[in-house]
């Protein structure tokens, strides 16, 4: 679906995100939509699509509002990020989410917090989170960052690092920052990455443009990376057609049965 900002359903740059600039002035917006987020999920119950992203931007009422909507309107299809804590987790769980989405909220000072992420455990199960593992390019690897992608952590993507947090989710989402929003095409080496050792279900986000795109990202992933389409669709203020992509979705099912 997209992010949440003050209600309104947005596509951004994603390395335009500042924990400095709370009013939003410098962040690179791509479209702001006149569809509310629960006509989005309307749309996404009615093609079956399960698992969109609700990323709330700043926690402000009206985008927490517009969320709760479009929980509603889609019951169990829909993933919620955006200000999640062990002691509202489960109150987004409760609200029609199927999982939560974490990411700043289990690293503190660059480190991996174990305490929030068994707390978050507690709350919801492991079977309802999904670790947001997004990152950049630091040094030649593949960094995790936090707090709107600002932060660079001392965790980086490796069979290791997949390994150890894959005890403590669902589910992983990794946007490449680096070209999220820019329609630039997607982060080949990481798909790759991704696929190779990923060893729970992983969704890529980022930079997809053409419908070659998906096929690059199901070869480069081996078949074992999702993917998550936003800026780049007509619906959202791009010229990818939205049917195109839920045809191709919907032949990659059929074959996997």
């Known amino acids: 679906m997209g992010f949440l900002k003050k209600g309104k359903v947005k596509q951004i740059v994603g390395s335009t995100l500042s924990d400095e600039d709370r009013n939003g002035s410098g962040l690179v917006t791509n479209f702001v939509s006149e569809k509310s987020a629960a006509e989005y999920a309307d749309l996404y119950r009615e093609d079956g699509l399960v698992g969109g992203h609700v990323i709330m931007l700043g926690g402000d009422p009206l985008s927490r509002a517009a969320a709760a909507k479009a929980l ?8 919620i990020g955006g200000g999640v804590t062990k002691d509202n987790a489960a109150s987004f769980i409760d609200g029609g989410a199927s999982h939560v989405i974490v990411t700043s909220y289990v690293f503190s000072n660059g480190q991996i917090n174990l305490d929030r992420l068994r707390g978050l455990i507690d709350s919801v199960g492991r079977n309802r989170i999904v670790l947001d593992l997004s990152c950049r390019k630091k040094d030649g690897r593949y960094a995790i960052v936090t707090d709107r992608w600002q932060k660079f952590t001392d965790v980086y993507l490796d069979e290791v690092s997949l390994a150890f947090l894959a005890s403590y989710a669902n589910e992983f989402l990794v946007h490449g920052v680096d070209v999220e929003g820019k329609r630039l095409g997607i982060d080949e080496e990481l798909v790759t990455l991704l696929g190779r ?15 070659e795109d998906l096929e690059k990202i199901k070869h480069a992933g081996l078949g074992r990376v999702d993917v998550t389409v936003g800026s780049a669709l007509d619906i959202l203020g791009g010229n990818l057609a939205y049917k195109d992509v839920v045809a191709w979705h919907t032949q990659q099912e059929k074959l996997i049965v």
């Open 197 to 211: 050792l990923s060893p729970i279900p992983v969704t890529y986000a980022g930079g997809v443009t053409v419908m």
């Open 72 to 79: 509603r309107a889609y019951p169990g299809g829909l993933q």
